[in-house]
């Protein structure tokens, strides 16, 4: 394992800006998230919520100021992060291959017995049994055989095969029907027990859930406090 010790996620004096001269999308924005919490980032859109998703993923760097996983900034993680952190988007991808292969992305070891277990774990064991080619199943180009909520399914199942200690859920329950989404979100928190959680959310729904609730505007941090005192 490349990274050693607790595995915090230290935000410290981050400014970014997607160009030179542009608008400051963080703007001196410092966060700690030990390992294990359970985070709500809340902001309006366009508040800088997936950039800052992007950054503790090391996918974008820093103007200035650092993100560091395990004391090493993330930008110099490489590939080896998604080890570490897995993410949920509002549009999971899925791969025009089949069902197993798509399971299998980030743990091509992974046994059928344990793709089974996860799939029964996310409530997606009986559609896939009930397919003629069952795992064999291909999956269409937009993974469009799936509906919303079971492609997020389906990305949540991956990641519980790969049993990253951090998820990092960027709005994923946008665009679901109300009744989908309270069934997705109590799936994920049943099943993420014990890791890191980062939920980007627009709307307050389920964040009860969380320990603590961070709200981004203006590039900062504008506020911070358990749901309870929000
Ligand atoms: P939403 O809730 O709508 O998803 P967000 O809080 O996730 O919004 P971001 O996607 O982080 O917001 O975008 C923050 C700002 O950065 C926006 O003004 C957006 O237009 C801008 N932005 C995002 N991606 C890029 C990019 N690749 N190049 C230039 N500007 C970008
Ligand atoms: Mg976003």
Do not use: C
């Not at 508040?47 to 996918?59: C, E, F, N, P, Y």
């Not at 017995?113 to 799939?119: D, G, I, K, R, S």
């Not at 997020?152 to 990641?159: D, E, F, Y």
């Amino acid at each position: 394992k490349m990274l050693e010790g607790s595995l915090d996620i230290n935000i410290e004096h981050l400014v970014f800006q997607y160009e030179e001269d542009s608008r400051k999308i963080l703007d001196n924005l410092s966060l700690t998230i030990p390992q294990g919490e359970k985070l709500a980032v809340l902001g309006r859109s366009g508040s800088g919520k997936s950039t800052l998703a992007s950054l503790i993923r090391g996918d974008l760097v820093p103007t200035s100021g650092s993100v560091q996983l395990a004391g090493v900034a993330t930008e110099q993680i490489g590939d080896v992060i998604s080890e570490y952190i897995g993410v949920i988007q509002q549009t999971p991808y899925l791969f025009h291959t089949t069902i197993l292969n798509n399971l299998r992305i980030g743990n091509e070891q992974a046994e059928i017995a344990e793709v089974w277990e996860v799939l029964q774990r996310v409530g997606l064991e009986q559609l896939v049994k009930g397919l003629p080619d069952g795992l064999d199943t291909m999956v269409d180009e937009a993974g469009l055989r799936f509906s919303g909520g079971e492609r997020h399914r389906m990305a949540l199942a991956r990641i519980l095969l790969k049993d990253t200690p951090i998820v990092l859920l960027d709005e994923p329950t946008v665009g679901l029907d109300p009744i989908t989404e309270q069934a997705l979100i109590d799936t994920f928190f049943e099943q993420l027990t014990g890791k890191t959680i980062i939920w980007i959310t627009h709307h307050l729904q389920g964040i009860e859930k969380m320990q603590r609730v961070v709200f981004i505007e203006d590039g900062q941090l504008e506020m911070s406090g358990t749901p309870a005192e929000l």
